[in-house]
């Protein structure tokens, strides 16, 4: 992938429910190496804590 432009949108879908024809510029924007990778995995992580059952137990998340 040269740029992240076009990609705003594309990055706002989850693992789930990516449509098959954004697959392909989805995984290249997961890569670790670039930032959107890292920002990637922290969205997903992040994702996460709506199934947290209590605010103490979201405290430690």
Known sequence: MK???CTRY???YSMENI???YREEY???EKPDLQTGNAYYMKEDI???WNVPSI?????Y
């Open 27 to 29: 995984e290249e924007l």
């Open 3 to 5: 740029d992240l432009k």
């Open 47 to 49: 994702t996460g804590l």
């Open 19 to 21: 449509p098959d024809k």
């Open 10 to 12: 594309i990055r706002l």
């Open 56 to 60: 103490e137990r979201a405290g430690k």
